[in-house]
């Protein structure tokens, strides 16, 4: 890619079809990280498994570490699928301690399948670093909009964002840590319920 040439932005599904073919790719990306790690997997293979051609899968997914960042964020919408909206929404509902449930629960639940996680994770830094200024937003990814309903926030403002973005930011560091081994699982779910603790403090009654 030449400098100061756009990167080719991804074509978004927009019929019943092409949402079906999308999800389609990624569960035959997600099974062939699974099983073989990410640098074992290559383009043409996830088109053959998902059975598209291999230029459709480029027009949805234009490289392969994007391809698996679409793939953390879609496992992850899919693990906190609904998960919040059953909080209870008193004064005294303990919300720090409910985002500290949530992001233990998702690390956990990634960590079933750690090729994958890896290879997801992996793409997604890829990804991120290489991103246009402002591109990317997580606050409004899957985990960003089920934090905010975990805290209550249904219109956040400026400051619940930040909130959100030092929560999202501090447990990705963390599972990071825990992917590399660098520090053991217990210790990561008693950090992250710390830094949730500490972050989310105001939003959880007195």
């Not at 929560?167 to 081994?181: C, D, N, P, R």
């Amino acid at each position: 890619m030449g400098r100061g040439t756009e990167p080719r932005q991804p074509a978004a599904p927009v019929s019943r079809g092409q949402v079906a073919r999308r999800v389609r790719i990624l569960r035959a990306a997600s099974e062939l990280a699974a099983r073989d790690g990410l640098a074992s997997v290559q383009m043409q293979d996830v088109a053959k498994e998902a059975r598209v051609a291999l230029g459709t899968l480029y027009r949805y997914f234009p490289s392969k570490p994007y391809l698996f960042s679409a793939v953390f964020e879609w496992h992850i919408e899919t693990i906190l699928q609904g998960h919040g909206e059953d909080r209870p929404l008193g004064a005294t509902a303990d919300r720090a301690a409910q985002v500290g449930d949530t992001l233990v629960a998702l690390s956990l639940k990634l960590l079933d399948t750690p090729l994958l996680a890896s290879a997801a994770a992996l793409s997604a830094f890829t990804e991120y670093a290489g991103a246009l200024p402002g591109r990317f937003d997580v606050v409004e990814t899957g985990l960003g909009r089920t934090l905010l309903r975990v805290l209550g926030v249904p219109e956040p403002a400026e400051v619940d964002r930040s909130v959100v973005r030092l929560l999202i930011y501090s447990w990705w560091g963390l599972f990071v840590a825990m992917l590399t081994e660098e520090i053991t699982a217990p210790q990561a779910e008693s950090d992250l319920r710390l830094a949730a603790r500490l972050i989310a403090a105001p939003y959880s009654a007195t």
